[in-house]
């Protein structure tokens, strides 16, 4: 018999999942030395209730992995070999750089780009640091690659960001549409409490995508649809509720604006036009509207199918448009749920200072500039009265000379921007690149000029917000790998070589930046509001929810009463039309390419694929492709191949399945030097967040 030797835990460490936006509570057990040795799922927490996926039972794997960075690195010129440097050598080197480059040539001419994975208090810190000391406006997340659509279309429909439901919803919903989501692979966890809930009492499952995805197996309905036409099919939904008098005509006249504006749009998507360009056939169209509209509580969900678009923004709204058209926002089992991407996706949204100042205020508004200005101690004329340039923009930027200068933080482009060759060549014009990761061995590194080895999750102590806005906490376990130090440690010493760094002083801790936010969530009205929050009373509860008041209010789900945060206090009904303007197959690049997830990966694989299990279950690329097309075109199973689209070519093995409709590929996007050498990336005009999904190439044998 095989024997496995237990695992002599003794303590246990509590933190939270910093993989995907389901935010699950894990335990990290250390040993006696107090190395960490296993982890398992929380089973106090309600999110996760003790389960962990593949990526959350090994992630204490990664405290010494491999490529992990032990000391600053530097080098004049990018291409020579980087060189072992002391901390204050490689701070007061990038404090140099970016003043230089600031007072030649504007102090916009340096850019900071950070990422969903930082800690919520890291993000408020960075927030303060960049437009506090360094005063650059160009500054964003790579959340505009997952979740900029979201956050523009609630605030679009809403008048503010926050997703308005909850995990519980799935124990009270009667009918779920998914819209580009493939939650077993994406978020398993969350899938596992969908499935439960419909084992219990079964109800409808409708799977809108293009691909047969693990969830449309599972669906009762999966709707194939054309990539790029969700507007349509939507609409074509709408159509047949009020063609149906099936719309919640008391919700609409007490919480709504903007509804004959919604009417007039929809009455040109009717079902029988409607199925020509979306794919999907008039008669489920409009069995798909009755289920929905007639179910007593219905729920939509999405992930980067809609998000990734150039009309996300659109799909979003109109997303929300069916939920207010139903009655369906701020009910138990009646929503529209983001599914959020990164582990901390919405602590950014929330407090990071990237689109706007923190706690949901926006740089446009004087009396938020005012109030930010005040509490951090800065004259408000420091801040810019408009957003500067989103990820998507910056790299352009840098191309036109533009932006001379930039700052990545935990975050990777050379994997994860589409048209990366495009990346490449505007990294090698930068004048100075300082790349802050807990990987040496990140491939955008290749053109830093100086490298901050940063602190891996566990090695340092904050909170992330899930997609439910559950704030949850990680406790230091362990202590730093070599030299490296925590980000929010990277930023406090960066604020010390700036004239502002004593005029604006940064929290002295993580808790300190907590309580600061604390403070900035105070107020009448004020949804995002986390006043009654303790570290403490977060690990005893195992998440909470915001809002959560200092007399410990709180509410599971936003806009319950019906009252939005639009100036009126109705949402906003706005009629989205179909624009056909993506990318799309033709004859010289006769497939549509999809690409997404798998589960056994994360993002640009920087973590998982140095996680022994992670790797051995997923090695290496691979394209699905369906068996009529290989036959077609000579290919066999296994067989490698190049794929060709306007911008470059990768080559990669194919796997022959019907998941992929004949004119379809779908290639994992996680890989290095693959998919993302191919997408073209267009953006959408509202959330600037590219089309990963949407492009178009033709493939040949090697
Ligand atoms: Fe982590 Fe997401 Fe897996 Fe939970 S489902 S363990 S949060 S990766």
């Not at 005063?135 to 900029?148: E, I, S, V």
């Not at 957003?387 to 840098?398: H, S």
Request: glycine fraction near 8%; proline fraction near 5%.
């Amino acid at each position: 018999p095989i024997v496995i030797p237990e695992k002599k835990v003794a303590n246990w460490s509590y933190a939270t999942c910093a993989y995907c936006s389901t935010g699950c509570s894990i335990e990290l057990g250390l040993d006696t030395q107090g190395k960490v040795i296993t982890s398992r799922g929380n089973a106090k927490a309600d999110v996760n209730r003790g389960k962990l996926c593949i990526k959350g039972l090994l992630e204490h794997e990664l405290f010494d992995s491999a490529g992990r960075g032990k000391e600053p690195l530097m080098r004049s010129r990018q291409h020579e070999p980087l060189a072992p440097a002391g901390w204050d050598q490689a701070l007061d080197t990038t404090a140099a750089a970016i003043k230089d480059i600031q007072e030649k040539y504007g102090r916009d001419a340096f850019a900071v780009v950070s990422t969903g994975q930082l800690l919520t208090e890291e993000f408020y810190t960075l927030g303060k640091l960049v437009r506090g000391c360094i005063g650059t406006n160009n500054y964003d997340g790579n959340t505009t690659l997952c979740m900029a659509s979201a956050v523009s279309g609630y605030k679009r429909s809403f008048g503010s960001d926050g997703a308005p439901g909850c995990y519980d919803d799935f124990e009270h919903t009667q009918c779920l549409m998914a819209l580009g989501s493939n939650l077993p692979e994406q978020h398993p966890v969350i899938y596992w409490r969908l499935k439960e809930a419909r084992e219990k009492r079964h109800f409808p499952l409708i799977v809108v995508d293009p691909r047969v995805t693990m969830f449309a197996q599972m669906a009762d309905i999966h709707l194939a649809i054309t990539p790029g036409t969700d507007c349509v099919l939507l609409n074509a939904i709408m159509y047949v509720i009020f063609d149906g008098g099936l719309e919640d005509k008391a919700y609409l006249e007490r919480h709504t604006q903007g509804l004959e504006e919604l009417k007039q749009t929809v009455l040109d998507y009717d079902p029988k036009t409607a199925q020509h360009v979306c794919g999907i056939d008039e008669d489920t169209i409009r069995n798909v509207a009755r289920l929905y509209a007639k179910a007593p509580a219905a729920m939509s969900i999405w992930t980067m199918g809609i998000n990734q678009s150039t009309h996300g923004s659109d799909g979003v709204v109109n997303i929300n448009n069916l939920n207010l058209v139903t009655g369906n926002i701020g009910k138990p089992g009646g929503t529209s749920l983001s599914i959020t991407g990164q582990c901390n996706a919405m602590g950014t949204r929330e407090w990071s200072s990237c689109s706007g100042l923190p706690g949901y205020r926006a740089l446009e508004n004087q009396a938020d500039r005012e109030l930010i200005a005040d509490f951090w101690g800065i004259d408000q004329a420091f801040f810019p009265a408009k957003r500067g340039l989103t990820e998507t923009d910056i790299f352009p930027a840098i191309e036109t000379g533009e932006i001379k200068g930039l700052w990545l933080v935990a975050t990777n482009p050379m994997t994860s921007m589409a048209n990366t060759s495009r990346i490449r060549k505007a990294l090698e014009k930068l004048e100075f690149l300082v790349v802050q990761d807990s990987y040496e061995d990140v491939e955008t590194n290749q053109y830093a000029h100086v490298y901050f080895p940063a602190s891996i999750w566990a090695e340092k102590e904050g909170c992330f917000t899930n997609t439910e806005r559950r704030v949850n906490l990680t406790r230091k376990a362990v202590a730093n790998y070599g030299d490296s130090q925590s980000d929010f440690w990277i930023f406090t010493q960066m604020a010390k070589r700036f004239t502002n760094g004593d005029r604006v002083p940064l929290p002295e801790t993580p808790e300190g930046a907590f309580e600061e936010m604390k403070a900035l969530s105070r107020g009448q009205g004020r949804i995002l509001d986390i006043t009654g929050m303790s570290y403490d009373k977060i690990e005893a509860a195992a998440g909470i929810q915001w809002p959560y008041r200092e007399d410990g209010s709180g509410e599971a789900r936003l806009y319950t009463d019906g009252k939005f945060q639009t100036d009126n206090g109705k949402a906003r009904l706005i009629g989205v039309k179909f624009y056909d303007n993506n990318e799309k197959p033709d004859r010289h690049y006769p497939f549509w390419l999809n690409s997404g997830r798998v589960v056994e990966h994360f993002h640009t694989r920087t973590r998982t694929g140095k996680i022994g299990n992670c790797n051995k279950f997923s090695p290496i690329p691979y394209m699905e492709m369906n068996p009529d097309t290989a036959k077609s075109l000579g290919i066999k199973h296994q067989q490698y191949v190049r794929v060709i689209s306007r911008r470059s070519d990768a080559v990669v093995m194919v796997q022959l399945t019907q998941r992929v409709a004949p004119d379809m590929v779908f290639i994992p996007f996680h890989f290095h030097d693959c998919v993302n050498r191919l997408t073209l990336g267009l953006l959408d005009p509202y959330s600037r967040q590219p089309a990963f999904k949407q492009c178009a190439v033709r493939i040949v044998p090697v």
